[in-house]
């Protein structure tokens, strides 16, 4: 029985007859890759055709690059011999190597010469699956845990995105080189760059092995890694209504090498640091075997464990890996046509029932952008946004403009808010203007169509990048407001500091306060807060750690709900961006914005979504709270009984220092230095207090008075008086 791969497969390859006689090939007993006159195979080891290696299309620009010769100048190694077609300049040349080794390893090396106006981002090579290969809709997008150099955070770092051809007998895994989204069924995405000289490369490379490997084991053998290592359960976004969860960690030996003894660790931690799992095992793993370990966490009404599995050959470099495990009892919203809880962006990820189903636990009430008739069976109101950008032309400006209103009618949208952020890249004052006017032109356009096609869809004005008061001014004085019967957005961008903090630049309630004022003063009603963040990219001293995260979102929404927010719309539900959807980038911090990880799995602050959503069920703003000292607050009336959340900002707004060197904390040190007792008058015998994750505690009163130890962290707190 063959198990992985038949390393010791006769060379089937090279025996007489099997082939007509080749111009040149490349022979192991595992592949090989075979070219006659410009085609490239690559064949398995029975001999059946597997991949047609094939011409490179310049789809954005006229020139095919058709490989025409082949030439072998070594025993591993073939020159590419292409004749370019449709090239008007007669200056395109391409040169190309492919190189295939006794590892499994084939990579294609291309280097151009394409004078302007030539377009190169669009070349797309010809890859044909042959004799029943299946070619993989789904790109697996791999991240690789690294330690981080200053004791931070571990994060993961982009270690390829993959797509596999397979048959019976072989897959081939396929590093993409270029855009995974430029893809079709015959081609894929070099991508080319430009180098110092002025030429372009690009490169791909395979990995020729068995097609029993999964992803993860195909990835480690493709990085010579000496393991594979995953974490999984069988739970969306692994969360619990109740019980023990459930996880399954798989260690993976790829190789046909002798055992390997691997030292195993894995360790898990609740929300408060307590170590919930700790064990530590030696396993024998043979050539191509992989062992499956299952660990279970403990019962909880409500909480969040983070775990981390480590296996480690002696000699080797540890391979480790990380996920998050949580619990969130079932909740039914009384009020949830009256709430303001809403979400700016989301991924249909692991799938669309999923994700509404979180959403509707969640205690989400209005979406940015969806359709009524599939979210109105979770008691979720979807508004549309949509745009233009503001150096369209005009006819592509109508184009969409109909579109828009055709789709929002279609949808059932309510509402539309119309374009996004173009005060962020104007670069002058001038050019400022001109935005505002041309905005102000296209919101007549649009109030014309609007009024003949859908004349119930209103229309909220630009969602603004901070609180650019004087963009919001100029659109005024060209006549915006009574265009925005729907009123206006604003996107309050916050930095490391608490969104209570309300000084200028980045900030929350700064930014809200300001943005409130110059509405007033123009006689405008309604404050969308189309995108609030509580960003989460590991060891960024100007994001949230994954702690302060969820304390931020509870502030997030009482502040908002206090400032009188039609609605206030986290950005976003996942990780990663619309354009790489699940993707890993720890460089940029666009990939770390979401309530749920790259994997999908549960941050603290998605907890603390619900939490507040929860306790803000039905609420009413009553008043800010001041209990002296340094104890702030914010009260509500609920119909469970007055609500205030309380916080004590002893230690200040200011979450983090800006250092170069800075190093992220775990979400389970909780890095407020000060702890205060401050003493409440208690409506009764007890008070309930909430933590930023939900978890609640009972604390009883006496002779009329409560004692709560306080910090930086907001706790929702019922029965105190204020």
Known sequence: MMKKFLLFAAALLGAAGVFAAPESQIVYPEYAVLASGGDIIVRDYEGT??????????????????????????????KIVYRIDRDDSGKVALEGTLRALPDGHIRLDWRLDAPKPVKTGGIMLELLPLKGTEKSAKVYKSGLWTRHEHGGIPFEVRDGYFRSFRNENTALWLLLGGNANYSNGWSEHPGFTKKEDGKFTASLEFLVCAPELEDYEAVALFHKRPLGLRLSTEKPFNLWESGSPELKVQVSNPYNRPKQGVAFEIIGRDFDGKTVLKESKQLMLKPFETKELTFRLPEAERTIYFVEAKAVIPGEKEIFSRTNLAILPPHEYRHRRESKFALSAYFMIPSEKDVYALMQRMGVRILRHGDNRVTGQYGILALDHAGIGPDDSPAQAAKRIGEMVRRAAERRNPEIEFCNEWNMSAKSAEEK??????????????????????????????????????????????????????????????????????????????????????MDELGIKTMHLSEVYAATCPNDSWKDSYRHAAENVILTYAIGLAEGAESIQFYQLHDSVWHDLGGVNHKDSEYHYGLLMRDGTVKPSLLAYAAVAEALDGAKFVKYLDFGGKVRGIGFSTPRGPLAFVYDRTDGFFLTERTKEFAGTEPWVDTWKSRRKAV??????????????????????????????LSGAPLMVYGIRF
């Open 433 to 518: 203007r001109r935005r505002a006017r041309r905005y102000v032109e296209l919101l007549r356009e649009l109030k014309k169509v609007r009024d003949e096609h859908d004349p119930e869809l209103k229309i909220i004005g630009m969602g603004m990048a901070g609180a650019d008061t004087a963009f919001l001014k100029l659109m005024a004085e060209n006549g915006a407001v009574p265009l925005m019967d729907g009123g206006v957005a604003m996107h309050p961008g916050r930095g490391n500091m608490t969104p209570d903090y309300e000084g200028d630049g980045w900030t929350y309630l700064g930014a809200i306060r300001r943005w409130r004022k110059a």
């Open 49 to 78: 055709p597997v991949l047609k290696i094939g011409k490179l299309d310049f789809a954005w620009s006229s020139p095919v690059a058709v490989p025409v010769r082949v030439e072998q100048t070594a025993k591993d190694t073939f």
């Open 680 to 709: 409440f008058d208690a409506a009764g015998d007890t008070v309930t207090v909430i933590d930023p994750i939900g978890r609640a505690k009972t604390v009883r009163a006496v002779n009329g008075k409560v004692t709560l130890e």
